[in-house]
């Protein structure tokens, strides 16, 4: 994703985050310890905001790292935070630390996605699930909306795919309406295109009726691999405080089995060398 910057000044691009945040002028000035009149006067362009200023709207307009970067050069300002690649050396101790936290979680499945959903690292567990997918849909850069959603990819698994894709296109919408990155309402776009796989319109085979035998503390992966159902819940956790747009864009989402069935499969699997 790239950085925009608008030629209209600062002023429209803080109204246009404030109105999508639903937020009054008094609001947002009562957050931000000002006045309802010096936002006006920023917004409309009476004001030249001052670089602190900036920062601590972006901050309580939530604006996303890479769009305060934006909102900085609209004003005047140089940037403030660094995109660094994935690969840079000062990335360094952080991949590292990726690698060993993914290993770590093994052999529970987790992955490290940016925000295109491209994953940019996995562990043997991910791998687990993604045997015997077309080549196609494996050759990099791997995006997790389409591997799960495709009808050749982990759709036709998925024994409750109408939940779980409501649940991966809920969340896309969310992270749209807080990035407004066109490249992200193109990927939505295409995957919420895709059609449902045969047998999917019965909660994609696995039965309306079918009973769940244990009460789920929150909506499971309930997915099929070598003749049986595996069931997972998935968290997802961000860098606290991020200060470069490659690292603010990082989440890290980890499957924690849901059942003991899945606990004792996955445990149940040989070790994997090297």
């Known amino acids: 994703m790239t950085t925009v910057v608008s030629d209209t000044g600062v002023g429209p691009l803080l109204r246009g985050w404030r109105e999508q945040r639903r ?8 957050r931000a310890d000002s006045s309802a009149r010096h936002i006006s006067f920023v917004e409309t362009g009476r004001s030249r905001p001052s670089e602190e200023m900036v920062l601590r709207l972006a901050e309580h307009l939530e604006v996303p790292v890479r769009e305060r970067n934006a909102l900085l050069l609209a004003a005047g300002y140089a940037p403030r935070y660094t995109e660094s690649p994935l690969d840079a050396p000062r990335l360094e101790t952080l991949r590292e630390g990726i690698e060993r936290l993914l290993q770590g979680y093994e052999p529970y499945p987790a992955l490290v996605v940016d925000g295109s959903y491209t994953v940019v690292a996995a562990n043997r567990g991910i791998g ?25 990819g982990l759709a036709p698994r998925i024994r409750n795919l109408r939940e779980w894709r409501g649940h991966l296109l809920a969340q896309m919408e969310r992270q749209i309406g807080l990035a407004r990155s066109e490249s992200l309402r193109a990927l939505y776009a295409e995957v919420a295109a895709y059609p449902l796989p045969p047998g999917a319109d019965d909660d994609a085979g696995g039965g309306a009726a079918e ?25 997802i956790s961000t860098f606290n405080t991020p200060l470069d747009v490659t690292v603010a864009e990082l989440a890290i989402e980890t499957f924690l ?18």
């Open 23 to 30: 937020l009054s002028q008094l609001e947002l000035a009562l």
């Open 128 to 152: 687990l699930l993604l045997e015997g997918l077309p080549e196609h849909l494996l050759a990099p850069p791997l995006n997790t909306m389409r591997i799960t959603l495709h009808p050749e």
């Open 211 to 235: 009973e769940e035998p244990y009460p789920y503390f929150a909506l499971p992966l309930r997915i099929e691999h070598d003749g049986r159902v595996l069931s997972f819940v998935s968290s």
């Open 257 to 274: 089995p849901a059942d003991p069935e899945t606990v004792a499969y996955l445990r149940s699997l040989p070790p994997v060398s090297g």
